[in-house]
């Protein structure tokens, strides 16, 4: 991929072949990829177009941002964007983090039972 992402969710096989042959895996064989800020400053749109620039880039089935804080442009630019899930506020035990945790469970749950 010609971005980094926070967190990337690939199959075992993928993965194990990364690490043997010591190369990054491709971006059609992730299933998720979550761009995640934890800023005490808010997230500006331009890190929401650098974020949507991942998308663009990525053929990952599933794609989030997720931030501690963001100013309301980049929520309006993120909400927009069809096909985008985002989440601010996700911090331990507030409602964002449970938000997170239900998506990322419910994506997991459901790429399990497809296998």
Known sequence: MLHEADVLVIPEKDANRCRTVGVDPQSKA???????????????????????????DSSAKAQAFVCTVAKSSAIALL?????????????????????LRS????????????Q
């Open 103 to 114: 998506y990322v469970h419910r994506l997991l749950r459901d790429y399990r039972d497809r």
């Open 30 to 56: 992730a299933f998720l990829v979550i761009e995640a800020k934890y800023w005490t400053k808010a997230v500006k749109l331009g890190t929401g177009r650098e974020f949507l620039g991942l998308r663009r």
């Open 79 to 99: 909400a927009g964007s069809p096909g985008v899930e985002y989440d601010d506020g996700v911090l331990p035990a507030l409602a964002g983090e449970q938000s």
